[in-house]
């Protein structure tokens, strides 16, 4: 029997290195996929918009234009997910950002989208990386082995190294839907990641200093 995640955090060595998605984990597209999914034609539910099944309720002809659509033009009306910036201080300062986007247009918008929501205030630019395909990511991640990532696609957490401990991020519930692989742990929300890991940060911060 697997362990739960709370026993493999208890299990792992401090302090936490943890990397993070940021496209449908920090940044919530929901509301837009929907907007421009409907001007497409496609009336979909909240859950349908998830990366791991979009491809079954869009059409091919459509799916490049909706993604820049929502990734690209209409990227400043993206959301900030719940609770993200309500972590502990001490969580940013091991936490790590490992991002694809595809076209250097793309790149800029997530710059300025992460200004604007004080995230960089907080996280400095040299922990985000960002990528131009899903490949290098996984090896940046495979490189650098945090010891957990966070991620709301299957088709980056079932490539990670066996040292790193994936994470599904779902808000919408969409595990209960499709194949999940055992191995991959399953949040709802930033609120579970604080349950998870600030009791290990409150614990660090309340350390002794030694002289």
């Known amino acids: 029997m697997s362990l739960s995640l709370p026993d493999v ?52 002809e459509f799916k490049e234009r909706i993604k820049k659509e929502v990734y690209d033009v209409r990227r400043m009306k993206s959301r900030l997910m719940p609770d993200f910036l309500d972590l502990d201080f001490l969580f940013f300062e091991n936490l790590i950002v490992a991002s694809v986007q595809k076209v250097a247009a793309a790149e800029e918008k997530v710059w300025q989208w992460l200004g604007e ?42 490539f990670l190294d066996t040292s790193i401990v994936p994470i599904l991020f779902d808000p919408l519930g969409v595990h209960e839907r499709i194949p999940v692989p055992n191995d991959v742990h399953v949040v709802r929300g930033w609120h579970e990641i604080q349950q998870l890991f600030g009791a290990f940060t409150k614990a660090k911060e309340d350390a002794p200093v030694m002289h």
């Open 9 to 60: 955090v208890r299990r792992k060595k401090q302090p936490f290195r943890i990397g993070t998605d940021l496209d449908g984990v920090v940044i919530d597209h929901t509301e837009n996929f929907l907007k421009v999914c409907s001007e497409f034609g496609c009336r979909l539910e909240p859950w349908q918009t998830n990366s791991n099944i979009l491809h079954e309720y869009v059409p091919e």
């Open 117 to 158: 929501q004080k995230i960089l205030d907080r996280l400095p630019k040299s922990s985000i990386s960002i990528f131009r395909t899903r490949q290098a990511k996984i090896e940046y991640l495979n490189q650098v082995k945090p010891d957990f990532f966070i991620d709301d696609g299957l088709d980056v957490l079932e």
